[in-house]
């Protein structure tokens, strides 16, 4: 018999992984413990809104190359909207001023030196500090690597590097901000379109993966919790799932591609971050209207990001810890009051719905990039694949594809 992959987890890292094995012509079999795929990046059907929505709000850019050669391979391209240059629409609430970051396409950032593209406020040697991002030594905090005040801050770094770490950023790691930088506005505008996936999570990257995947021959287990993995000296030699039990011959591998805190019940003495921060999401049913941008930065609000959809406007808070606890109703009502006085709308509060992801990504601290593990393990035909272990990146839809890839060119694809 042909040897087998064994994928265990079916969000995007784990459908990533197995995706590239079955291209690479290996037999794969999928195994989820949910009914569904996706993870932390799916849709679903909301009964109170009659809509469908996503869980959370994720934003790509141009520049993400694993995610945009994982839409290409799943037949999901056209998924992806946005502008044909790099746009950023902005609002300061406490003072009602508007305008639009536009960076050039080009690596040499000349638009810093024209007024109508750049921040408000800040001249443009101002953002020549956070290039210190770019060199930052390792364990250093952003706090500890650039200057964390003045209007760029407030209106330009802070909510962008809040959103990518999802992590205070004058606690957050500066290697992780300088990583994100590189791959962004220092490498020019071409990399930094924004791209939303406007038809939702589901028929961006996990349906089709699913078809894909199917279409190629991957086994599909859904309701299939690993329970234990059976070690025997260097490699696994089996997968209990409840009653049943996949017994690995002798070129079989395993990729784990679960949660951290479930990789660390399954492997004996895996190190992987233990401290994780939380996204608070809002969706209100109601058309945006006419001109609303597909994206807004909000600055002086509790909301941060406002997304335009045919049929919801949707909100992103990162760093959510705080707001866990938070009645849904009072939330509604006080994003509502924001979202409503910076689009015009009616202040009556529309039908919505409040999604709190407690454990939303690891924090991006020194600490727990230290926790970080390489997709390797100690056992021979054992990988990891997460947007958790050490791709380089803060946990992101790139990073979790990148993971997948990873896993999946040591396994052999």
Request: with cysteine.
């Amino acid at each position: 018999m042909r040897e087998t992959i064994h994928v265990v987890g079916a969000g995007l890292a784990g459908l990533a992984c197995a995706l590239r094995l079955a291209d690479g012509g290996r037999r794969v079999a999928l195994y989820e413990a949910a009914r569904m795929a996706g993870g932390r990046c799916r849709s679903y059907f909301d009964a109170t809104l009659g809509l469908t929505i996503d869980n959370g709000n994720h934003l790509l850019l141009s520049g993400n190359a694993a995610a945009r050669d994982y839409a290409e391979r799943i037949g999901a391209s056209d998924a992806l909207v946005g502008p044909d240059e790099c746009v950023f629409d902005f609002l300061d609430a406490r003072t009602g001023e508007r305008w639009r970051l536009r960076p050039n396409a080009s690596r040499v950032p000349w638009w810093i030196f024209v007024a109508n593209r750049r921040v408000p406020g800040a001249g443009p040697l101002a953002y020549f500090d956070a290039g210190k991002l770019l060199f930052a030594k390792k364990g250093a905090t952003i706090g500890e690597t650039m200057r964390c005040r003045g209007p760029l801050w407030e209106r330009l770094w802070r909510p962008v590097l809040l959103s990518a770490l999802n992590t205070e950023p004058e606690e957050a790691s500066a290697l992780l901000a300088g990583a994100v930088l590189r791959e962004t506005l220092a490498a020019g505008g071409d990399a930094c379109r924004p791209m939303v996936a406007k038809g939702g999570l589901g028929d961006a990257f996990i349906e089709p993966a699913l078809r894909a995947l199917r279409a190629k021959g991957v086994e599909l287990r859904f309701g299939a919790r690993l329970r234990e993995i059976a070690f025997d000296d260097s490699r696994v030699a089996a997968l209990r799932f409840g009653d049943a039990e996949a017994a690995l011959g002798k070129g079989d591998a395993v990729v784990l591609a679960t949660p951290p805190w479930i990789a660390q019940e399954l492997v004996p003495g895996l190190v992987a971050p233990d401290d994780f921060r939380a996204i608070v999401n809002a969706h209100f049913k109601i058309a945006p209207p006419p001109g609303q941008p597909l994206l807004i930065g909000m600055i002086g609000t509790l909301t941060e990001w406002l997304f335009a959809f045919d049929d919801r406007l949707s909100v992103t808070i990162s760093g959510a810890d705080r707001l866990i606890d938070e009645p849904r109703e009072a939330l509604a009502e006080k994003i509502w009051a924001e979202v409503s006085a910076a689009t015009g709308l009616p202040a009556e509060l529309p039908p919505w719905q409040i999604v709190k992801e407690k454990r939303a990504t690891f924090a991006a601290t020194p600490a727990q990039e230290k926790r970080r593990p390489d997709a390797k393990t100690s056992w021979t035909n054992l990988w990891l694949a997460g947007d958790w272990t050490n791709t380089g990146l803060p946990a992101t839809i790139e990073g979790s594809i990148r993971s997948g890839y990873k896993a999946a060119e040591l396994a052999g694809a």
